[in-house]
Each structure stands twice: as C-alpha cells, then as structure tokens.
Nanobody, 122 residues
Framework: QVQLVESGGGLVQAGGSLRLSCAAS????????MGWFRQAPGKERDFVAA????????YYADSVKGRFTISRDNAKNTVYLQMDSLKPEDTAVYYC???????????????WGQGTQVTVSS
C-alpha cells in the first residue's frame, strides 16, 4: 500500500503561481510513476503531468505545457507540481497518483491522494 498526501492548494489570481506537493509513504517502489490529475466540477478527471522514478522523464498535457513543471525528490518520497502563469481554467481539485507505468488515463493508476483545491480568480 502507498499513501499519498497532497498539499499546497489555495486561491490565487490569474497569472500567479502555486506549488503543489505530494508526500508518499508506505510501500514505495522505484518502478512507480507519479502523476498529477485534476478534476473540475462536472468534468472528467484529466491528466496534467507525470514523472518516472527510475528514468527521469516527464510528460505534460498540452494545456499546461510550458506553464507547469513536475519534479520529484526521491530521498523525500515527494513529488511537486510547480504551476506558473495560472489561468481561471486551471481551477480544479488536483490529485496526486502513483502507478506502475506511465499513462494519461486515471484508471491506470493504483493509488490516489485526497486532492487539493486550486482556485484561480480572473
């Protein structure tokens, strides 16, 4: 079992920045891919970004490419999502996820955090 706890959400004006953190505990594995997803009210849970643990490769949704940066500190078992140039359409609950292989589908991930709210005002 892996437990994931997100933090760092909040209210920010358009153009501002936030950094989300996801702390992992429990059974951690070097093969886990860590991802961030987001879900706005009434919408599907969408892929935002992902990062491999053993091979430092990153992946981004087109909507956030160039504005968001995913990173990880394996010594701290923590994944970060730096969000810059935020837009009102980035407003959503952001979830951290862990899985055994990279995918943009939320159904491919095995473990989830509780989510953290990000609200961007115009």
């Amino acid at each position: 079992q892996v437990q994931l706890v997100e933090s760092g959400g909040g209210l920010v004006q358009a153009g501002g920045s936030l950094r989300l953190s996801c702390a992992a505990s429990g059974r951690t594995s070097s093969s886990y891919v860590m991802g961030w997803f987001r879900q706005a009210p009434g919408k599907e849970r969408d892929f935002v970004a992902a990062i491999r643990r053993s091979v430092i490769s990153t992946y981004y949704a087109d909507s956030v490419k160039g504005r968001f940066t995913i990173s990880r500190d394996n010594a701290k078992n923590t994944v970060y999502l730096q969000m810059d140039s935020l837009k009102p359409e980035d407003t959503a609950v952001y979830y951290c996820a862990a899985g055994t292989s990279y995918s943009v589908l939320h159904t491919s991930y095995d473990y989830w955090g509780q989510g953290t709210q990000v609200t961007v005002s115009s």
